[in-house]
């Protein structure tokens, strides 16, 4: 089956833009989550979606960043006001919650890369 | 998900050596741990993970240990393939709370 799907794969826009960046998790995953890897780092979490619970949001890093996730399907992460310390590659993992005692492993996407130039 | 790194630490090794990578986790609630794969251009890879129970878990070709009293993981990679190079991230979870807490990574060259 399809695994995590991202878009766009790059995304370079100018400071102050807004972007928007698509996940579709695989199917039948009730789990999302966003991370951010910058440069040399390690996985960022950003936001954590799970069912039709309210969002873990405590890892985004500012009120510029937004997530939803539509239908308990696909998410969009979307940054205002772009700055170039934005820049980074976004990565979405989706998971199963069927077994009790969770965590449980995190699919990943291939990521996006956004450059603000 | 591309992880290329000026400052990444870096493990070298030949074909067909173990390699052991290290990590050192911070949370001492975490009871969940997993390692995960990064290769050029792609998100993380799951490997292998390891409960607080467990001292000790084997997979194939690779082992992950886990020292609670010093915090400390370590992935071994017996029988070392060119194939096997990429930066590698441990990551901590503590139940109760769903997301990972990763590592920096560690990035491994494996020479043929």
């Known amino acids: 089956g399809a695994g995590v799907s991202q878009s766009p794969s790059n995304k370079v826009t100018e400071k102050g833009k807004d972007v928007e960046l698509r996940c579709d998790p695989i199917s039948g995953h009730t789990a999302l989550y966003w991370y951010r890897q910058s440069l040399g780092q390690g996985l960022e979490f950003l936001i954590y979606f799970q069912g039709n619970s309210a969002p873990d949001k405590s890892g985004l890093p500012s009120d510029r960043f937004s997530a939803e996730r539509t239908g308990g399907s696909v998410s969009t992460l979307t940054i205002q006001r772009t700055q170039q310390e934005d820049s980074a590659v976004y990565l979405c993992?989706?998971?199963?919650?069927?077994?009790?005692?969770?965590?449980?492993?995190?699919?990943f996407g291939p990521g996006t890369r956004l450059t603000v130039t | 998900g591309e992880s290329v790194g000026l400052h990444l630490p870096t493990l070298s090794v030949q074909e067909g050596d173990n390699s052991i990578i290290n990590c050192a986790y911070s949370n001492s609630a975490s009871d969940y741990f997993i390692w995960y794969k990064q290769e050029s251009g792609k998100g993380p890879q799951f490997i292998i993970d390891i409960r607080s129970n467990m001292d000790k878990r084997q997979g194939q070709r690779v082992t992950v240990l886990l020292n609670k009293t010093v915090k400390h993981l370590s992935l071994q990679i017996a029988a070392t393939q060119p194939g096997d190079s990429a930066v590698y991230f441990c990551a901590e979870n503590e139940t109760g709370f769903q997301k990972l807490v990763f590592g920096t990574g560690t990035r491994l060259l494996v020479s043929p």
């Open positions: 993992a989706s998971s199963s919650l069927r077994l009790a005692g969770g965590p449980y492993e995190q699919y």
